[in-house]
């Protein structure tokens, strides 16, 4: 299991949060997500072997938010 | 058949559109609803005789948002 947190620009309210939670964690191999809104940070727990973190920053992406770094 | 406009603060992104959107549009006696994210207004058609004002910015406030004016 690996960890990474982003930083993503455009999540604005507590809807934003339950959609890039629910967009994020309903990837394969994912197993954990905690999105900061303050903070603009995600945060995501994986399993290397199924989803890579470019295909989480491209979900993230889909969401319609920016993910920075 | 009537209309108000109400100023509404709170309302941050797409995602609270749809939610004012739909949560004012489900009222009976509602017709219209214009959500203006940027002017931060909610424009409603409404039928006097089924919903009231007051209705409107309950439901409104109910989803999170300050009914301001």
Redesign the interface.
């Known amino acids: 299991m690996e960890k990474v947190i982003l930083n993503v620009d455009?999540m604005?309210?507590?809807?934003?949060v339950?959609?890039v939670n629910g967009a994020v964690g309903a990837l394969p191999g994912v197993s954990g997500v905690v999105v900061d809104l303050e903070g603009k940070t995600v945060a995501v727990e994986f399993d290397a072997s199924k989803v890579s973190v470019d295909e989480i920053k491209a979900e993230i992406e889909d969401q319609?938010y920016d993910v920075v770094a």
């Open positions: 455009g604005s309210c507590e809807h934003c339950k959609a319609g």
